[in-house]
């Protein structure tokens, strides 16, 4: 939901393992194109827009109090 987009949970236990794997077999010219090998799509989620306008909002406030963080820290450093 934070992204807004649709996110595919893998079905691959050990994913770095495999796609170690699958780096050596398109080496050795196993793949006829990258990608090549078969996707493991456990079940593939879509964003809620609701949720997602929420978290855009809070990242708004969230710039917005960092800036002013930032803002109060520069200040403070030149009068302490």
């Known amino acids: ?3 807004g987009q649709q996110v595919a949970a893998s079905g691959v236990t050990e ?3 495999r796609g170690i794997a699958m780096v050596a ?3 050795l010219g196993a793949f006829q194109q990258p990608g090549g090998a078969p996707d493991f799509v456990n ?3 879509q964003p809620d827009s609701n949720r997602h ?3 855009r909002s809070a990242l708004v406030r969230q710039q917005a109090l960092y800036q ?3 803002k ?3 200040d403070r450093a ?3």
């Open 15 to 17: 994913a770095s393992s």
């Open 25 to 27: 077999l398109e080496a």
């Open 68 to 70: 002013s963080l930032v």
């Open 78 to 80: 030149f009068n302490p």
């Open 53 to 55: 306008q929420s978290y």
């Open 43 to 45: 079940a593939v989620y």
């Open 1 to 3: 939901d934070a992204l």
């Open 72 to 74: 109060y820290k520069s």
